[in-house]
């Protein structure tokens, strides 16, 4: 697929979402963080929700395209992805992702084992779901861009205002929030550069397909963000 054909439709997309206020960067749980308005309670569901039905997994979504990759410079840059996500060194923080999130969980009042073995909501396993069937039945870019730029291209902007509101109004230390700025530059680095090289390896013909898997994840991750609510 042309690179430049590529960016510009996916540029077109988001600008669509973006218009609709269908990605992070208008939601209102962003929104009520930076307020202070979300309950302890309401904060921890929220976190709870979000590692059991998406930050646990993005280590086994990214092996699951590794092992249906048949692009050379693709497999590099997955592997990697994977290193940092199982132990931290291109960030340099020589830890997993989960293992900073747990700490951010603990930080904010959930033990360990109650954040692993907590109960997924219907948005949360709807996502789990989502993700595991995408890297099961689609070829490994559809999968590679749906998950990689529907999370990539907003988690920088959306983690720098939630570390700012959980700094302010939840007193957490810059250690508690380091799964958060740790993202802030390493999504940042893929947003910037991943998506030339999956249109790279796209086929012209799987254009739609791939805008497609791109804005169900965005939709699936905005729903997913937007449950704070402990009663379900």
């Known amino acids: 697929m042309d690179v430049q054909d ?14 609709n206020n269908r990605t992070l960067k208008s939601h209102p749980t962003i929104e009520k ?8 309670e309401q904060l921890r569901w929220w976190a709870t929700q979000l590692y059991i039905g998406n930050k646990a997994h993005n280590a086994n979504i990214l092996g699951l395209i590794y092992a249906k990759c048949d692009d050379f410079p693709a497999r590099k840059a997955i592997v990697e992805n994977l290193i940092e996500e199982e132990l931290g060194r291109v960030s340099g923080v020589g830890r997993s992702h989960p293992e900073l999130y747990l ?3 603990e930080a904010i ?16 396993t709807a996502m789990v779901h989502w993700m595991y069937w995408l890297a099961e039945s689609k070829p490994w870019y559809v ?4 998950i990689s730029l529907g999370s990539e ?10 570390i700012d509101g959980l700094r302010r109004n939840y007193h957490l230390s810059d250690a508690a929030l380091l799964f958060f700025s740790v993202h802030v530059k390493v999504d940042r680095d893929h947003g910037d550069s991943s998506a030339a090289s999956i249109f790279k390896a796209i086929p012209a013909s799987a254009a739609p397909e ?14 997913l963000w937007s449950d704070i609510d402990p009663s379900h």
């Open 6 to 19: 590529g960016v510009r439709e996916l540029q077109a997309l988001i600008a669509r979402l973006e218009r």
């Open 33 to 40: 963080i930076e307020r202070g308005e979300l309950s302890l």
């Open 103 to 105: 700490e951010f969980g």
């Open 109 to 124: 009042g959930i033990p360990r084992n109650a954040l692993c073995e907590a109960r997924m909501s219907p948005d949360a």
């Open 143 to 146: 999968t590679l861009a749906g």
């Open 153 to 162: 291209l907003f988690n920088p902007d959306a983690y720098v205002r939630v």
């Open 210 to 223: 791939t805008l497609w898997a791109v804005e169900t994840h965005i939709e699936f991750m905005r729903r």
